[in-house]
């Protein structure tokens, strides 16, 4: 059985948070920036500029996520932190039609991505990474966490659109179903 670990992301970790974000699927290029800016902004910025911007977010603090071990090695990402801050999600359609909250309310993080290394998946990094998140959360004084999931239970998703999670992952987890805004996207929450 492996060990899974996590660990906030702060400068320490900055080779680890690039060792999992660019083990598979879209990590590489997006440099899990794609929360933090418009269509625009993130289509003109090359993946050395989405690494910056990644890199001052780290350096700034607090940390924007957490990394996943396994067995020491850097496995998984999970982006999680106060909704308001990832300006893409407070504009998205389905956050504004699904979500119960005030959008400009900071008490209410987001989940907004995960990425997990090809040969760590299907080893529960990605349960491991949101439990991690959920105490990260709490302790840091989140009032809700909210989340944008693939709604797994009635679509089969390409790989690389499970970025934003599985519904199953997310009610295992403890989250409620909070809406459907899409065929395929679900709005969870957890209330702290």
Known sequence: MVEITTRPATLAEWDDV???????????SCQCVWPLLGNREFGAAAVEQ?????????????PPGLVAY????????????????????????????????????????????????????????????LDAAVAYARTSGARVIEGYPIATDT???????????????????????????TEKRVVVALEL
């Open 18 to 28: 690039q060792a999992a974000l660019t083990g598979g699927g879209d990590g590489r």
């Open 70 to 129: 396994v067995d020491g090695e850097a496995a998984g990402w999970i982006r999680i932190g106060p909704r308001p801050a990832q300006q893409r999600i407070v504009r998205s359609r389905v956050v504004k039609s699904g979500s119960a909250e005030p959008l400009d309310d900071a008490s209410v993080w987001a989940v907004t991505c995960f990425s997990v290394r090809k040969e760590h998946r299907r080893q529960g990094i990605n349960a491991a990474l």
């Open 155 to 181: 679509t089969t998703p390409a790989i690389n659109s499970l970025f934003v999670g599985a519904l199953s992952t997310y009610l295992r987890a403890g989250f409620r179903e909070v809406a459907r805004p």
């Open 50 to 62: 989405r690494r910056d911007l990644l890199h001052d977010e780290i350096q700034g603090g607090p």
